[in-house]
């Protein structure tokens, strides 16, 4: 972990939905900091807030008050079009259901959001292919998704994430549709892109996937009730941690 660097910075943070007359805190004062290197699982059950505090720290959705910074900018005061930019070039999306386009070969679907970009398409076939190859499927290039595997899917979801080189890797229960042995080949991989410098951010409702980070927030009816090493998560859990 790159220390006293910033990336995410989450401060006095609410998001209050309207449901009939009633009020209801999908996001309770949230307060958490992640700094650049670290690896921070987001876990909950569902209902917890996790995926609407997932859709802030994608700058999908504002908070309702509170301020989000993210590498050195207020997202709370970003027009649409600033936040899609930063979705854009800042943070790289790793979904479960891949969000691969079928119509469109590997190397067309990892170079999708540098068209976006506006890269050239000199330099987005380059970085597409070296994406691909990060993953171990360069040679698969013009191959269409459904002739993949889940687990390969999973893996150019990934290469798609790093191809605009974000500063932020945001998994949304990454190995949800995989299969126990796959999913170990996913999270390993996710682990290795760690090691190598990369922030991620991974949500989950699975505290056995949690535990693969090292570092974990656990949330309940909207607020942080946890934050802490993977041991300490461990050893909260053996004590009655709900």
Same mark, same amino acid.
């Given at each position: 972990?790159?220390?006293?660097?910033?990336?995410?910075?989450?401060?006095?943070?609410? !998001?209050?939905?309207?449901?009939?007359?009633?009020?209801?805190?999908?996001?309770?004062?949230?307060?958490?900091?992640?700094?650049?290197?670290?690896?921070?699982?987001?876990?909950?059950?569902?209902?917890?807030? !996790?995926?609407?505090?997932?859709?802030?720290?994608?700058?999908?959705? !504002?908070?309702?008050?509170?301020?989000?910074?993210?590498?050195?900018?207020?997202?709370?005061?970003?027009?649409?079009?600033?936040?899609?930019?930063?979705?854009?070039?800042?943070?790289?999306?790793?979904?479960?259901?891949?969000?691969?386009?079928?119509?469109?070969? &590997?190397?067309?679907?990892?170079?999708?959001?540098? &068209?976006?970009?506006?890269?050239?398409?000199?330099?987005?076939?380059?970085?597409?292919?070296?994406?691909?190859?990060?993953?171990?499927?360069?040679?698969?290039?013009?191959?269409?998704?459904?002739?993949?595997?889940?687990?390969?899917?999973?893996?150019?979801?990934?290469?798609?994430?790093?191809?605009?080189?974000?500063?932020? &890797?945001?998994?949304?229960?990454?190995?949800?549709?995989?299969?126990?042995?796959?999913?170990?080949?996913?999270?390993?991989?996710?682990?290795?892109?760690?090691?190598?410098?990369?922030?991620?951010?991974?949500?989950?409702?699975?505290?056995?996937?949690?535990?693969?980070?090292?570092?974990?927030?656990?949330?309940?009816?909207?607020?942080?009730?946890?934050?802490?090493?993977?041991?300490?998560?461990?050893?909260?859990?053996?004590?009655?941690?709900?």
């Amino acid at each position: 972990m790159i220390e006293n660097q910033k990336l995410i910075e989450l401060i006095n943070v609410y !998001k209050i939905y309207l449901m009939g007359n009633e009020q209801v805190y999908a996001n309770d004062n949230i307060n958490l900091t992640i700094n650049r290197g670290e690896f921070v699982a987001i876990v909950g059950k569902s209902g917890s807030g !996790k995926s609407t505090l997932m859709n802030i720290i994608g700058a999908l959705d !504002k908070p309702t008050s509170g301020k989000y910074i993210l590498n050195g900018r207020d997202t709370f005061t970003m027009t649409d079009d600033e936040l899609a930019e930063i979705r854009n070039k800042t943070v790289g999306f790793i979904f479960q259901q891949y969000n691969l386009l079928p119509k469109l070969n &590997l190397l067309e679907n990892v170079e999708l959001p540098l &068209l976006y970009a506006g890269i050239s398409n000199k330099e987005r076939q380059r970085r597409a292919l070296e994406s691909l190859a990060r993953v171990g499927l360069k040679e698969k290039y013009a191959n269409m998704p459904n002739q993949l595997s889940g687990g390969q899917q999973q893996r150019v979801s990934i290469a798609r994430a790093l191809a605009g080189n974000p500063s932020l &890797l945001l998994a949304d229960e990454p190995t949800g549709a995989l299969d126990s042995k796959t999913s170990r080949e996913v999270l390993n991989f996710i682990k290795k892109l760690h090691s190598e410098g990369n922030t991620i951010v991974m949500i989950t409702h699975d505290n056995a996937i949690a535990l693969e980070a090292k570092r974990i927030v656990r949330i309940k009816d909207g607020q942080i009730i946890f934050d802490g090493t993977s041991d300490e998560y461990k050893e909260a859990i053996e004590q009655g941690l709900k």
